[in-house]
């Protein structure tokens, strides 16, 4: 792995939620100050590619990347735009058996306000 690798994954194992390519170029400049951009987005899709980090597009928003490769679903607060894990552990079978087919992947994000936003905090 690349020292420039190793840095993009060591941000995204140290954060406390997901981040964007700018965000994480940002961090990623702090420490090694002559990487560039384009290193920063061409090693953000070999992970991804390579199943070690996960890309989360959410329609209207930068892409983010979670370092968490595991099946499991979003949670966007429409107030702050803050994205949370939660799991729904038989909703792929449930998928399946009302397809009648097997599921390759499926991306699930559920839009709500988090507590913050419902006491107009934010």
Do not use: W
Not at 16 to 21: G, I, K, S
Not at 62 to 67: G, L, V
């Amino acid at each position: 792995m690349t020292k420039q690798r190793a840095l993009i994954m060591n941000i995204l194992n140290q954060s406390d939620r997901h981040l964007t390519a700018d965000e994480i170029f940002f961090l990623a400049k702090l420490k090694m100050p002559s990487i560039a951009m384009a290193t920063v987005y061409n090693n953000l899709n070999a992970m991804n590619d390579a199943g070690l980090i996960h890309r989360l597009h959410i329609d209207g928003a930068a892409d983010c990347f979670d370092k968490i490769t595991e099946p499991h679903d979003h949670l966007l607060c429409d107030g702050c735009g803050k994205i949370s894990d939660f799991h729904l552990p038989s909703l792929s079978d449930t998928l399946e058996a009302t397809l009648g087919h097997p599921l390759l992947s499926y991306d699930l994000t559920v839009h709500y306000l988090c507590a913050e936003c419902q006491k107009g905090k934010r």
